[in-house]
C-alpha cells in the first residue's frame, strides 16, 4: 500500500477540527527568534518515471475517497519516489546541516528541503536534477527532534489535566511552530492555568530552556450531551462491525483529511473511501443502522464524510496492532478517525 509522505501529504490540509478557536501564547515564557532565511525554488529538470500498477491502485483508491480524478491524484504524486531516493542521499552527505524535508501541494513548487547553512554546490545540482521543483531553504535553526520533545511535553501535560483531552498534535519545522487541538469536556476546568502548566512543562525539555516557537492550542467546543448517544454497539445487527480505537495523535501521517463514502468491506468491517477506519471511542452503530462517529456526527452506508481530521496507517506490521476485537477486519492501511 502507498502510506507515509507520499500518499499522505497528498491530503494534508489543515487542523482536524473545523474552525476550531486557535490560540498563541506564550504564557511570559521566552522564545528564541528564527533566524532570516534566504529561499530559493529550483526547477525540477528530472523526468519522472511511470508509476506503478499497485502505485496507480491505490491512488485510484484516494481519487474516489476525494472526489478528484486518477490524473489530478497522479499529478502530485509522479516523481515524488524518485525524491524520497535523492533525499536518502542529501541526507547521508549533508546530515551536519540538513535539518528536514517534505512534500508541498503548493503551485510554486512540489518539494521543500531545509538546512543550517548553504548546501554545496554539488547537492544543490543533484536538487536541479530531481523531477519536482524543490524550494531551498537557510538559515534553519530548529530540528524536528526538539518540536517533538516540545510537543510531547505539551500533551502530556494536557493529557494530566482533568476535564481536557488532547485530540491532535502536530508541528511545523519551517515555522517552527507546534499545533495541539483540544476537547474541553468540563466547563469549570481553568483553560488558561492549564496551557500555562504545559508550556512551563516543555520550556524545561526545551534547549537552553527556552521554546523554538510559538504553540498553537485550537480548541473545539465539545458536542452537546446526547449528540452521540453512550454505550453504542460496534457491531450492527447484521454483523457488520466498526473498528473503534483509542486517539492516535502526532506524526505527519495524522496531519490529514479522512473523506469518501461510508461503505463495507469484504471482511465485513466499515470503510470511508474503501480504506477499513478506526473510529474514536464511542462510535458505534445506531438502532436506524447507521454509523455514528463521535465528534463527526452519524452517517448512513453510501454517504459522504467530506472532511474528517486524521490520517491513515498501517496495522498489523511494524509493531501496529490491530484493536482488540476488531482483528477479522484484516492488516493494512487503516483509515484513522479523530477529533
Request: net charge negative; hydrophobic share 40%.
Amino acid at each position: 500500500m502507498l502510506v507515509g509522505a507520499g500518499l499522505m501529504l497528498v491530503l494534508l490540509s489543515g487542523c482536524a477540527i473545523a474552525a476550531p478557536a486557535t490560540s498563541d501564547i506564550n504564557l511570559g515564557v521566552p522564545t528564541r527568534t528564527v533566524p532570516d532565511r534566504t529561499s530559493i525554488v529550483l526547477e525540477g529538470t528530472g523526468i519522472p518515471a511511470p508509476l506503478a500498477a499497485d502505485v496507480v491502485a491505490d491512488l485510484r483508491v484516494l481519487a474516489n475517497g476525494t472526489g478528484e480524478t486518477l490524473n489530478e491524484v497522479a499529478d502530485r504524486q509522479r516523481g515524488r519516489d524518485q525524491f524520497r531516493a535523492l533525499m536518502s542521499t542529501v541526507e547521508a552527505t549533508d546530515s551536519d546541516i540538513l535539518v528536514t524535508w517534505g512534500y508541498e501541494d503548493a503551485a510554486e513548487y512540489g518539494a521543500w528541503v531545509l538546512f543550517h547553512e548553504d548546501p554545496p554546490e554539488e547537492t544543490l545540482a543533484a536538487l536541479r536534477a530531481a523531477p519536482l521543483d524543490v524550494l531551498v531553504e537557510t538559515g534553519v535553526d530548529t530540528d524536528q527532534a526538539e518540536l517533538d520533545r516540545v510537543s510531547q511535553a505539551v500533551t502530556d501535560s494536557l493529557d494530566d489535566a482533568d476535564g481536557i483531552t488532547v485530540s491532535s498534535a502536530s508541528s511545523d519545522v519551517r515555522t517552527a511552530t507546534v499545533t495541539v487541538g483540544l476537547i474541553v469536556r468540563d466547563s469549570r476546568v481553568d483553560l488558561e492555568s492549564a496551557k500555562r502548566a504545559a508550556l512551563e512543562r516543555a520550556t524545561r525539555v526545551s534547549v537552553d530552556n527556552r521554546l523554538p516557537g510559538p504553540v498553537l492550542f485550537e480548541e473545539a467546543p465539545a458536542l452537546t450531551d446526547g449528540t452521540i448517544p453512550a454505550g453504542l454497539s460496534a457491531i450492527a445487527a447484521d454483523g457488520t462491525k466498526l473498528v473503534v480505537g483509542d486517539y492516535v495523535r502526532g506524526g505527519a501521517a495524522m496531519q490529514a483529511l479522512v473523506s469518501g463514502v461510508v461503505g463495507v468491506s469484504e471482511q465485513g468491517c466499515i470503510t470511508v473511501g474503501g480504506i477499513t477506519v478506526v473510529a474514536p471511542l464511542g462510535s458505534g452503530f445506531l438502532d436506524n443502522g447507521r454509523v455514528a462517529f463521535t465528534y463527526l456526527g452519524d452517517y448512513a452506508i453510501g454517504e459522504t464524510i467530506d472532511e474528517a481530521g486524521g490520517g491513515y496507517l498501517l496495522y498489523g506490521e511494524g509493531g501496529r496492532t490491530i484493536p482488540a476485537g476488531f482483528e477479522q477486519c484484516g492488516t493494512g492501511e487503516y483509515a484513522v478517525l479523530q477529533p
